[in-house]
């Protein structure tokens, strides 16, 4: 080890699609040298923490092995073993401990770590989407599609908030009008019960394809979500459109159901590596219509701001948060 060597805790990010990792100075505090490897290229975790480990060996200013770690996985966080709920991956929290050197190991849910992340947002970290302000000491939902659809909320505690992570992607979706009712049917055939995760992910935007064009007796031109979304930005097919549109109002309604849920006041924010890519198609769409469309309660939502995260690596931004309040 060279005597320059400093010592440095591991945070990552670890969804169904990639893996983030970081460095954090263990003196500093500050993350540095974020590396992200695919999911697939790595038939376990422990492959891709073995490749982080020699990447932050070659850089040759950090100890061999971290003196903490915290992981935000995609799936429950609870257990000493976790299981992803969209990838192969197991992580089992005595293994990874014992290749570190006896570092201690924390989990937390990845869109928990979302959420320790979101309060320390500036004004440019998001872009707001229809009308609202937030008010102080109130609720604050996170919501996310990716591989999968995240969700946490915030509770104020004391002078701050407790994040509570959950599995809210997973509740039942319920369709509003004829056309989603007939999808509904569609994706029921599939796969029995329909959650909005089978709507509001990466693959969900290809079952809405997929179930629209067979609606409409049309043959699918395309195969995976960047070449719908694309198509759909471009405006240069009409099924790709009306797909993401309809993406886009399932989101505002899982959205407004959950401020309802939460009493939100402190607002709604949506995370998750899909939204970041259509920002403009976003801002045009029915989802802040679909948010405040609850009957008597539209005045109530109407006060509530949405807001759309831009801001990279919220993910590590959290779980650092998190493993230092571990430490106080």
Known sequence: MASSSKPWNLVADIGGTNARFGVQNYETSNLSDIKKYSVSEHAQFESALKH???DVADLGCWNPVPKAVCLAVACPAEAET???TNSPWTIERQ???????????????????VGYAVTDLKPGDWRQIGQGSATP???IAVLGPGTGLGVCSLIPAGAGFQVVQGEGGHVDFAPIDAREIAVLEILSSRF???SVERLLSGSGIVNIYQALAQLDKKDPVFETPAEITEAASKGTDTLSVESLQLFCRVLGAVAGNL???LGAKGGVYIAGGIVPRFVDFFE???FRHRFESKGRFSNYLASIPTR???KDDLGLAGAVKKLNLSEL
Request: charged letters at 20%.
């Open 52 to 54: 982080l480990l020699r």
């Open 82 to 84: 976790v299981q992803f």
């Open 95 to 113: 293994a990874i401990s014992k290749l570190l050197d006896g570092a201690r190991v924390d989990f937390i849910n990845d869109f928990g770590a």
């Open 137 to 139: 000491g109130t609720p």
């Open 192 to 194: 029995g019960r329909v």
């Open 259 to 261: 401020a309802l849920t």
């Open 284 to 286: 045009q769409s029915d």
């Open 308 to 310: 759309l995260i831009t």
